[in-house]
């Protein structure tokens, strides 16, 4: 039997392996009602149909489901769905997607309550209301911020199957002080510390159930230094004392404040423990201005520089195409100053609009046009129409799976040459007139693709860039050589004629004549 006045609390998570930390929030903060209360996580892909049979089978009477760019449109097919079937299910919504511009957001219309902004007690207090049969005023309900040291902590909510299987996030700090116009953290007022040594508590019963990997969703984990060491000193005595036993950090940082009493802590982390995720987002001093960044870059790109020189940390480096006000060749001499600093990645975003987000008020000075469906993507700009919007988009997708996979590191600096942002676009742009996609490319193909381009684009490099790339195809493990013989365009291999696969394996089922007399 499931409990009376039952609160499940949901989301669709991008992977199984992320588990909801605001869920975790929430049901740790219900009080009273928590032994009531379930979390189910999902995954987005799944049929919206399976998933409301999996919840409606626990006959909850309040459904919390959080809300995110990366969800809504599927969240709102499985609120339909919900509503159709049960109408008299409560459901709240929360999280960013819905937190603000709220009244233009469809799922919220078929929703009963709708939670803006912090939802830690206010998703408990409104759970109360509902249960004691007083009707809240609104159906929109601003959410309380409590002071941080007054919150129940969630890391207990995760499950042994969490710790064993899923990445475990956690937060020393929440909220941001800057004011970045893309960002929701824009919003904050300031960065706001949990009790630090209630916080270390936590990440040590974590550590000895078995968590090694740590992923702290801290905006700015290098604000306050003494705060960032005592937490790295922290994980480098797990390392000493159980040199053994790896861990796995990540952190995100300001990239242009880093110390010197950090910097000696960083460099006595050993390989493949740290990893920095450093917002650079533009180099362009005017472009930062315009949209309240404030970033101090000869000292950024020195930090970077003395990171990637100095210490064994992956550096995974964010920048942003389509801000308003820069051109392309604005982006390129930022992303080659990029590359040139070596990070081990560089995240190519393309610009959204995230609602509420300040960045809208340079919409129309700059003919900003974003995708009205999520994630509400740049599609052009005064300064960037649509075709290269796309071009720069496809760009995004094919360094990340060829740059930033870390399988080709010997023949991409070859692909690159002198010129990183110029060469790989016309690769890319050679790559979608030949393939037509820009996704679920194997390896091996993609080594072959790379091959036929030198081939094609630069004869005088193939020996050498085939070489490298051999060698890094021989580094990932392979057994044997690539072939890069290649098939004649517009021929297809298949040794039992035009049959497609499916049904020529119905020609080996048991019994069938034709099976017998091939056999």
């Known amino acids: 039997m499931h409990p009376v006045n039952h609160i499940l609390l949901t989301t669709l998570n991008a992977r199984y392996a992320h588990a909801s930390l605001g869920l975790r929030y929430l049901r740790a903060n219900l009080g009273a009602l928590r032994s009531r209360s379930a979390i189910r996580e999902f995954i987005i892909g799944q049929k919206s149909e399976d998933i409301a049979e999996q919840i409606l089978a626990e006959q909850p009477s309040v459904v919390g489901l959080g809300v995110y760019i990366w969800n809504v449109d599927e969240c709102t097919q499985l609120v339909r769905l919900l509503k159709r079937l049960q109408p008299d299910l409560i459901v709240v919504l929360g999280g960013p997607e819905v937190s603000y511009e709220s009244g233009e957001s469809e799922i919220c219309q078929w929703a009963d309550y709708v939670i803006s902004g912090w939802g830690d007690i206010s998703f408990a207090d409104l759970c109360v209301q509902i249960f004691e049969g007083a009707k809240p005023e609104s159906k929109f309900i601003l959410g309380i911020q409590p002071p941080l040291e007054s919150l129940q902590r969630p890391y207990d909510e995760y499950t042994d199957e969490d710790v064993a299987k899923r990445y475990v996030y956690v937060e020393a700090s929440r909220g941001c002080p800057f004011k970045c116009e893309f960002c929701l953290s824009a ?15 936590d990440i040590s019963r974590l550590y000895q159930r078995g968590v090694r990997q740590f992923k702290f969703v801290d905006r700015t984990f290098n604000l306050k230094i003494d705060t960032s060491i005592r937490i790295l000193q922290f994980f ?21 404040h880093l110390p010197e009493r950090l910097r000696e802590w960083i460099t006595r982390f050993p390989a493949g423990t740290l990893q920095f995720e450093i917002g650079i987002q533009t180099f362009d001093p005017e472009v930062q201005q315009r949209i309240s960044r404030r970033q101090k870059n000869e000292l950024a790109r020195a930090n970077l520089e003395w990171l990637r020189q100095h210490t064994q940390a992956h550096l995974h480096v964010d920048l942003i ?26 995240q190519f975003g393309i610009l959204k609009r995230l609602r509420g987000a300040p960045i ?26 649509f075709s290269t919007m796309q071009r720069l988009s496809r760009f995004a997708r094919y360094w990340d799976i060829i740059a930033n996979s870390g399988r080709f590191t010997l023949s991409l600096p070859l692909l690159l040459g002198d010129t990183p942002f110029a060469s ?14 820009s996704h679920a490319f194997a390896p091996e193909r993609l080594a072959r693709l790379l091959h036929q381009y030198i081939e094609q684009c630069r004869p005088q ?36 004629g035009a049959t497609p696969k499916r049904q020529r394996r119905h020609l080996r089922q048991p019994g069938d004549p034709a099976a017998a007399q091939s056999g």
């Not at 080659?336 to 600093?341: I, P, S, T």
């Open 461 to 496: 490099q193939l020996a050498v860039f085939d070489a490298a790339l051999q060698a890094d195809h021989s580094a990932g493990g392979a057994r044997g050589p690539l072939d890069f013989e290649a098939k004649p365009a517009g021929t297809r291999q298949n040794a039992a």
């Open 321 to 346: 195409a389509g801000l308003p006000g820069e051109t392309v060749d604005m982006f390129a001499r930022g992303f080659d100053q990029l590359v040139a600093l070596r990070p081990h990645e560089i």
């Open 424 to 437: 790989f676009l016309a690769f890319s742009d050679w790559l979608y007139q030949l393939t037509g996609k």
């Open 236 to 256: 480098l005595d797990k390392l000493e004392q159980s040199p053994e036993d790896p861990l796995f950090v990540h952190f995100e940082l300001v990239p242009d």
């Open 360 to 385: 809208a008020r340079h919409s129309t000075e700059f003919d900003l046009r974003f995708n009205p469906a999520p994630p509400y993507n740049i599609l052009s700009t005064r300064d960037i129409d």
């Open 187 to 201: 919003l904050d007022k300031t960065a706001w510390p949990f009790p630090l040594d209630a916080f270390l508590d």
